[in-house]
């Protein structure tokens, strides 16, 4: 036997199976992944993994672990053919520059217009401009303005949320019968971009809209949606996720129209003549960062003016160009109803996107708002802080936007999305050193209320719970019913129904009730995404998106119908 050198000795078999014998399709360990990542999906949408790994925050989160686990599946499979498949070089070159082509098509050709409440992408050609510049400017379309005075009416709904600021009216009577008598079309209009409401005075209808590079304040005549009036500034706020425009809903005091912009601007105009009584830019007057505020209020300034007999109360804001002593913002901030001036600033923490409210606790008349995480009630008059409670929140992402309700028996509700649920405080004035507030219940599961607010009525809570309508007991946190997908839509109560404004622009009447979930009836309002709140002045709806504005006549019960109301 003939010895070789160690060095002559054949090299040892590769591991690695030649090209010519790997195998064309996917092996049983590729597979049991992508059938392991399909498998957590479905248990992902069906929310069957949370009893394991605990509560999904909402929709919005398990879209995001879907979107995830899905590309991963691809990935392996993909990952597999380009590197271990049997198949030739050259189709394994078309198929992988062919992806990277299809990826770099897609991004070169669309971009994300906006996503809805869970984050669902509406894609626009990149050529094509967002639909509010295709508008003509404010002063182009405005006809001559009306010029007698306003006067109050009963059925007005001068503000966010109702002449309350509760969500809730007591009428008209509306007959649910929609199959038999449906709501009437009025009129239907183009609007600017931005998620503002309809505030109403006798026959006027006033809400903000973006029109390109400028936030506008317009007044539409009710009775037939023609423009009467707009007052326009430069500014624009726009991002992805939270879309084009303003968010906050005008207000509407003895003739006069309050409104901020999500820019910072506050306007007093005259409702008459639409003129500009006076204005101001709240982030130049109190001397922000203008960037670093927009970077930590990210979803553009959201709270209605409150006006009370003397002054104008907006969220302030912050950081501070030059820091004032300890504070870093400044939480409200009130201005004199006659010329502007700036009469108090109030509380040293960062605003959310909620109103702030005039409301009586223990016998005392209080301003309540929700700062960025924190609860707190401050004295009209000047300002102080009379106590306050932790609330979870950052306004550059797990926000709070919805309004807390003050109950009988020193009692607040509050409720938001993002995880946090709803809960009842106790506010105790009885001691001589400080308030206390202490938690009666608390549940993360609970009225997830992410872009809306909740009905309260007869002891119970009513909410789109991460798009889903629950009815809640108060006194413990007993959920009575939930079901009803709406998507993160809006919710008014109009005497014994609930109006629900669903997010793909359906108005839906819902028994305002404990016992059972009871749909009575579907109007197809709007076309696309609506977070709008939508506004009832008589037997009239008004309903807008970032899109267009409608006026519907509902037909009413007879005791309430007027001659007109309701039919075709």
């Not at 989160?61 to 070089?89: D, K, Y």
């Not at 016998?363 to 000047?382: F, I, K, M, W």
């Not at 839906?508 to 309002?525: D, I, M, S």
């Amino acid at each position: 036997m003939q010895l070789l050198p160690r060095y002559a000795m054949p090299p040892p078999a590769r591991s690695q199976t030649p090209a010519a014998r790997r195998p064309l399709v996917p092996p049983v360990r590729v597979w049991i992944t992508v059938a392991s990542l399909a498998t957590a999906i479905v248990l992902v949408r069906a929310g069957l993994l949370e009893p394991v790994v605990g509560p999904i925050v909402d929709h919005a989160v398990r879209n995001i672990i879907t979107l995830i686990l899905a590309f991963f599946g691809l990935l392996s499979v993909v990952v597999w053919f380009l590197r271990e498949s049997g198949h030739s070089l050259s189709l394994k070159r078309v198929v992988g520059y062919g992806l990277l082509l299809a990826v770099a098509s897609v991004a070169a050709v669309f971009r994300i217009e906006r996503v809805s409440g869970d984050l669902v992408p509406e894609l626009r050609l990149r050529w094509m401009p967002s639909r509010d510049r295709l508008l003509p400017t404010a002063k182009a379309a405005a006809s001559a303005a009306a010029t007698a005075a306003w006067a109050s009416t009963p059925d007005d709904f001068p503000r966010f949320l109702g002449p309350q600021g509760s969500s809730a009216i007591e009428g008209p009577a509306i007959d649910p019968n929609w199959s038999a008598r449906p709501p009437r079309e009025l009129w239907r209009t183009s609007i600017g971009a931005g998620w503002s409401g309809f505030a109403i005075a006798g026959e006027h209808a006033v809400t903000l809209e973006q029109r390109g590079e400028e936030e506008v304040v317009s007044c539409r005549s009710l009775a037939d949606g023609s423009l009467e009036w707009a007052v326009a500034v430069r500014g624009r706020h726009e991002t992805v996720l939270g879309g084009v425009g303003p968010r906050s809903t005008p207000t509407i005091r003895d003739g006069i129209v309050y409104t901020t912009g999500a820019t910072g601007w506050l306007h007093a105009i005259d409702g008459a003549t639409g003129t500009v009584v006076w204005k101001k830019d709240i982030l130049g007057d109190l001397g922000l960062d203008r960037e670093a505020h927009t970077a930590a209020v990210s979803w553009g300034r959201a709270g209605s003016p409150l006006v009370t007999a003397d002054l104008v109360i907006v969220p302030g804001g912050g950081p501070f160009l030059r820091p004032d002593g300890p504070r870093s913002a400044a939480s409200l901030v009130a201005y004199d109803r006659a010329d502007g001036t700036r009469r108090w600033t109030a509380g040293g923490e960062q605003i959310s996107y909620v109103t702030p409210q005039l409301a009586t606790v223990g016998g005392r008349e209080v301003v309540l708002t929700v700062n960025e995480s924190h609860v707190a009630a401050y004295d009209p008059a000047g300002g102080a802080e009379l106590w306050g409670f932790d609330w979870p929140g950052h306004s550059n992402s797990d926000a709070t936007c919805s309004q807390p309700h003050v109950l009988e028996g020193e009692r607040i509700f509050i409720s938001k999305g993002y995880g946090i649920g709803a809960g009842v405080f106790a506010i105790d004035e009885s001691s001589p050193v400080a308030v206390v507030v202490r938690p009666i219940w608390l549940q993360a599961s609970l009225l997830k209320t992410k872009f809306t607010n909740v009905v309260i009525h007869g002891g119970h809570a009513y909410g789109l719970s991460d798009g889903i309508l629950e009815c809640v007991r108060l006194d413990d946190g007993t959920r009575r019913w939930k079901g009803g997908r709406y998507g993160q839509g809006q919710v008014l109560r109009v005497g014994e129904l609930l109006v629900v404004q669903a997010e793909d622009g359906d108005v839906v009447l819902v028994a305002c009730q404990p016992e059972k979930r009871q749909e009575l009836a579907r109007l197809p309002a709007l076309s696309g995404q609506t977070w709008n709140n939508p506004a009832v002045s008589g037997d009239r709806l008004l309903v807008r998106n970032a899109e267009e504005a409608a006026c519907f006549r509902l037909p009413l019960l007879q005791a309430d119908a007027s001659p007109d109301a309701g039919g075709p």
